[in-house]
Nanobody, 125 residues
Framework: QVQLVESGGGLVEDGASLRLSCAVS????????AAWFRQVPGKEREFVAN????????NFGDFVKGRFAISRDAAKRTMFLQMRDLNPDDTAVYFC??????????????????WGQGTQVTVSS
């Protein structure tokens, strides 16, 4: 099993930056890819970004437009989502997710069996 715990969310102003963390524990040695999604009440989860767990290819949702970066600290078993130029439309619960098999559609939440509990990000106008 894999356990994921997000942290770093909070209330920030329009234009601010924020870094989310995802602590990964358990049987992580065969994780293939990890990702960030976000969800607004009443809407489906939206793909934010993903990365191959051993480094390399990353992908971002179209709305990111160069504002976010995804990275991993292997020693600390933590994945990060660095966000800048936040706006009220970025208000959501942010989740990290992981998969142990190669992911076909990286933007599909169905591809990821392991999820954290989420961390709330609120951007005030």
């Amino acid at each position: 099993q894999v356990q994921l715990v997000e942290s770093g969310g909070g209330l920030v102003e329009d234009g601010a930056s924020l870094r989310l963390s995802c602590a990964v524990s358990g049987d992580i040695f065969d994780i293939k890819t990890a990702a960030w999604f976000r969800q607004v009440p009443g809407k489906e989860r939206e793909f934010v970004a993903n990365m191959k767990w051993n480094g390399g290819l990353v992908n971002f949702g179209d709305f990111v437009k160069g504002r976010f970066a995804i990275s991993r600290d292997a020693a600390k078993r933590t994945m990060f989502l660095q966000m800048r130029d936040l706006n009220p439309d970025d208000t959501a619960v942010y989740f990290c997710a992981a998969a142990k098999v190669p992911v076909g559609d990286v933007a599909s939440e169905d591809q990821y069996p392991y999820w954290g509990q989420g961390t709330q990000v609120t951007v005030s106008s």
